[in-house]
């Protein structure tokens, strides 16, 4: 049970490709039907292939309640950072209750059933069963291929951080007199010199910036917004998000990890692993990558 516990809190990728994802598993239903045509299909005798198409449309229709209305409706479930293999699963159960109701309410007008509550536990029942194990199958080898591909690309930018000579390496850009002037909705005032800064998280209505000072490391907390911190250190080219709530000295990195969300950045003086987002892998990779090629 422990096991099955922890792998249901393992980090599990958040709607990767969600309209590409709808459509293809619309179109395997199709085909499922067309061409097994169970559930007594193959008794119909008119217009099978347009009503097949319909089931089609409606399980591409109600798809779209929990991939799309439900990130909108619950953000905090639905948080990328958060998303985990047992919130996958729970989605995808509301996936086929959705489509559930969806088959029944089209076969109801289609074929006149007269809304039978009876033939909607049915309709529920057959869609998770049908639905349950592929599913289930393909969540796991996604996962895996993810896994796989997110740990090989953290070893070779392990290996570019490795090359260097340090894992904190001052950019031609930074000067010993240039400044980052940290300030927000008060008249505290953060001024440091851009070489020290090792990363800004935001904390609700605040900010916390992580610096080293005189070999040690600071930390402060500024009432000020993360739009604020970037136009603070829009300048400073070496300083990144890589995440909605963090930015990072690219060259503060000492070591990148992998799993099948994605890549997770530990900073010099630092415990904790910093996330990066998605939307920033790609950036951040190549910066990685790139940063000692001078």
């Not at 299909?41 to 009503?51: A, C, D, G, V, Y």
Request: hydrophobic content about 45%; glycine content about 6%; some cysteine.
């Amino acid at each position: 049970m422990n096991k099955i516990g922890t792998y249901l809190r393992s980090p599990y990728p958040l709607f990767y490709h969600r309209r590409e994802g709808v459509w293809a598993s619309s179109v395997l239903v199709f085909l499922i039907l067309l061409l097994l045509q169970p559930f007594g299909i193959h008794q119909i005798e008119h217009h099978k292939l347009w009503i097949l198409l319909g089931y089609m449309g409606v399980t591409a229709l109600f798809q779209c309640i929990p991939v799309y209305l439900f990130p909108v409706l619950f953000p905090r479930f639905y948080n990328e950072d958060g998303w985990t293999v047992g919130r996958h699963l729970a989605n995808n159960l509301f996936l086929f209750l959705c489509i559930g109701i969806g088959n029944w309410l089209y076969s109801n007008l289609i074929f006149g059933f007269h809304w039978q509550w009876e033939l909607l536990l049915i309709f529920l029942l057959v869609t998770t069963i049908v639905g349950l194990f592929p599913v289930t199958l393909f969540m796991l080898i996604n996962r895996n291929r993810l896994l796989a591909s997110h740990l090989a690309e953290a070893v070779e930018m392990n290996r570019h951080l490795q090359d260097s000579r340090s894992a904190v390496v001052q950019p031609e850009s930074c000067q010993e007199t240039e400044q980052i002037l940290l300030q927000g909705s008060t008249k505290e005032v953060l001024e440091l010199q851009a070489c020290q800064l090792v990363c800004i998280e935001a904390e609700g209505n605040y900010i916390k910036v992580i610096y080293r000072k005189q070999d040690k490391m600071e930390q402060r907390l500024l009432r000020a917004t993360m739009k604020q911190a970037e136009e603070a250190v829009e300048a400073c080219s070496f300083v990144v998000k890589c995440h909605r709530a963090f930015l990072v000295n690219i060259h503060a990195v000492t070591k990148v990890s992998g799993n099948s969300q994605g890549y997770r950045l530990s900073l010099q003086g630092c415990t904790t692993e910093i996330p990066v987002s998605r939307a920033y892998a790609k950036e951040i990779k190549g910066r990685i990558e790139s940063m000692h090629e001078r």
